[in-house]
């Protein structure tokens, strides 16, 4: 009991010192490539754009170097990051929007994206609030459903 709260404990730690450098990290319970597989498959559903599927891992394995589980999701949705761009056109330099599943050296698969508060501080966003929200909810519900 007491190692199960010293474990939640840390990840809250690690999770809140990650977010305020602009990333949501998130405990996922599944493998790296399943996390990405289960993200990949709600976007998809959702009609959102997959562009591309990054495998570090196998690119370091090509390049004769290790690397623990390491993929990127690159995904998005036009009609929410075109308001975004026409507001703020430096936003386009973080879309469309990335996913970093990841296994750290302890064998935890975490989910991480940018913070969407972060974005807003980041290009000066100050006037798509309905926008900043929808993307805001559909990133938090997406990435639970993948992780949990």
Avoid: W
Wanted: proline share 3%; aromatic share 6%.
């Amino acid at each position: 009991m007491l190692r199960s709260i010293a474990v939640a404990i840390f990840c809250c730690i690690a999770t809140s010192s990650i977010a305020a450098e602009g990333l949501v990290v998130k405990p996922s319970n599944y493998s790296v490539g399943e996390t990405i597989d289960r993200l990949q498959a709600m976007l998809e559903e959702k009609g959102l754009k997959i562009f591309a599927r990054i495998d570090h891992q196998a690119g370091a394995e090509g390049a004769g170097l290790e690397l623990r589980p390491t993929q990127v999701l690159i995904f998005g949705n036009p009609k929410l990051g075109t308001p975004l761009m026409t507001g703020a056109q430096s936003v386009a330099i973080d879309l469309p929007q990335k996913a970093l599943a990841y296994e750290d050296g302890d064998g935890q698969v975490y989910l991480a994206y940018n913070d969407v508060g972060y974005l807003q501080a980041r290009h000066s966003i100050t006037d798509r609030d309905e926008v900043l929200g929808k993307i805001r909810g559909a990133l938090g519900k997406f990435t639970d459903a993948a992780t949990k």
